[in-house]
């Protein structure tokens, strides 16, 4: 009986993904009918028809899911819950899975719908450090998130080498400081001055670069399709997935089972909960007590039309970088790390980096920018100012593409949106169980910023080896470990927990940093 229901349940959420692929593809193909010259009305409407054929579909699939999924629950609860469908649950729900769990994700919308669908896709990998402690775990995170992508497949996965590009003299001093850091810790990395720098990607020739740094081993990824591949290998390892369930509420049961009330009035048991729902995990940490040092904060994409093989590698400039270490990160009680600009919305820098995209994304250029507060956690809307802040640093750096100019980019079919990202207060991802909190099986994987799809496949990795490890094994392991640090929070008489996370060998540092109650 229950290994039929595990079917029922695995062909359901494949359903689910097969509608979800069919609405990608609606909208993909709509956004190329409206921007065909001609008949555009009549393409209008069929792009408007095709969309709505397919989220009927996928509300159809979704439903029949969510009923599979309450029976599921009415039998026993699942081993593990995950909360949020973005890269970070995705992965989660993906290696827990592989691993023999009985996992059930939820999502608010639809997976990879938010920043994880909308980001620039960038990975950053120079090796393995030598030595990874503290300082060092974000590198081994993005070097393992790399090869994890690359293994997953049908996410265009590019190893096409980056460019760390310096255009002035205080940025090419700290790109060089940190230069001889990476080299002097065996991370792979090269040296080169402007010429050198043109040869490597000569669509940076005539612009500002006056040296830069080459990572070989850095490229892209599609984060969408990275996002959807997640789901889809977690499905056909029996995870049940459900869309449009939005976790409003979780609490832990007499029976010290968790229990997540969603925004339709289901009930779903769990013995062990991931909390990666984004830049909504504080909203539903709050509900057991707890308070996650993690807000919104908007992060600004545009694009620009490009022939196929216009630009080579992913760039990355370092205006921002130098800005934050001559004055300091920005931070304070209430504003998060790295911002561009402070909390009344006034500029401190500029940020870059960015890729070419692949014949998914028709070839175009895709840069991020801008990061800064929203004014509420629905706020999607484009800065005025940011609109042609991006565009007018990419020309700057890529002055090939000056032809189209930030306004004639828009008008050849070059666009801009923003996704609301998960900003920890102090820059580190928030990864660890909260059990000092007497909370045993509730795990935080979240506040990894720009970094979810850099860090934050390996991250769950770990963390679902050590879920797993809890959820199926009887032999007892030592519990994360927990120190407590005073910390004022909003005025509050409160305490912060920081969660100093037991990394699974050969990596056992600790980066993470966690919330209190």
């Known amino acids: ?38 008949d555009a009305s009549a393409r209008a409407t069929r792009a408007t028809t095709l969309l709505r054929i397919a989220e009927q579909e996928a509300a159809e699939a979704a439903a029949a899911l969510a009923a599979e999924t309450a029976a599921q629950t009415a039998d026993a609860p699942s081993d593990v819950l995950v909360v949020g469908g973005g890269i970070v649950g995705a992965s989660v729900a993906f290696h827990a899975s592989r691993l023999g769990a009985r996992v059930t994700l939820l999502e608010k919308a639809s997976c990879g719908c938010e920043a ?18 503290a300082s060092s775990a974000a590198l081994y995170l993005r070097a393992g998130s790399a090869s994890i ?12 080498g980056a460019l760390d590009v310096a255009a002035t003299p205080p940025e090419v001093k700290l790109l060089r400081q940190d230069f001889e850091a990476a080299r002097s810790a065996g991370l792979q990395c090269s040296w080169h ?62 029976a010290g089972l968790y229990e997540a009330l969603t925004s339709d009035g289901d009930r779903l048991l769990a013995k062990q909960v991931v909390l990666a729902a984004g830049a909504w995990s504080a909203k539903v940490a709050r509900s057991v007590g707890v308070h996650v040092p993690c807000v919104p904060v908007k992060g600004v994409v545009a694009t620009l039309p490009a022939e196929p093989n216009a630009l080579s590698k992913v760039i990355f400039d370092m205006e921002s970088r130098a800005c934050f270490a001559a004055e300091g990160d920005g931070r304070d009680d209430e504003m998060p790390a790295k911002c561009t600009h402070d909390r009344r919305g006034e500029r401190r820098c500029r940020k870059l980096y960015g890729k070419q995209c692949g014949e998914a994304d028709n070839h175009q250029l895709l840069f991020g920018g801008d990061r800064l507060l929203p004014d509420s956690d629905s706020d999607y809307a484009v800065p005025s100012a940011s609109r042609l802040s991006v565009r007018e640093h990419v020309l700057e750096l890529l002055p090939k593409f000056r032809d189209f100019g930030p306004a004639r980019a828009v008008e050849a079919g070059g666009g801009e949106w923003a996704g609301l990202m998960p900003f920890a207060h102090d820059g580190k991802p928030i990864v660890g169980e909260l059990s000092r909190l007497g909370l ?12 979810g799809i850099m860090e934050g496949p390996k991250a ?22 927990v120190a407590m640090a005073d910390a004022e929070s909003g005025g509050d008489d409160a305490r912060w927990a920081r969660v100093a996370m037991a990394w699974m060998d050969p990596c056992r540092a600790g980066c993470c940093v966690a919330s209190e109650v």
């Open 193 to 254: 001055e402007a010429a050198e720098v043109h040869a490597l990607e000569p669509a940076l020739a005539g612009g500002s670069a006056l040296a830069a740094v080459h990572t070989p081993r850095s490229g892209s990824v599609q984060p969408g399709l990275a996002t959807l591949a997640f789901v889809e290998g977690a499905v056909a390892a029996g995870c049940a997935v459900r869309e449009g369930a939005e976790v409003v509420s979780l609490r832990r049961t007499e």
């Open 149 to 160: 992508l690359e293994a997953l497949g049908g996410c265009e996965f590019n190893r096409c």
């Open 460 to 481: 769950a990795q770990v963390l679902a080896e050590l879920v797993v490890e809890d959820v199926l094994h009887t032999t007892p392991r030592p519990r994360t470990r």
């Open 116 to 133: 994880s669908g909308l980001s620039a896709g960038t990975l950053y990998d120079v090796g393995v450090p030598e030595r990874v402690d």
């Open 1 to 38: 009986m229950m290994m039929a229901r595990k079917n029922l349940l695995a062909a359901a959420s494949c359903t689910v993904l097969y509608a979800a692929h069919r609405r990608k593809r609606a909208i993909c193909e709509g956004a190329e009918l409206r921007r065909a010259p001609s």
């Open 440 to 451: 045993d099986g509730l795990w935080l994987c979240c506040g990894f910023g720009p970094a």
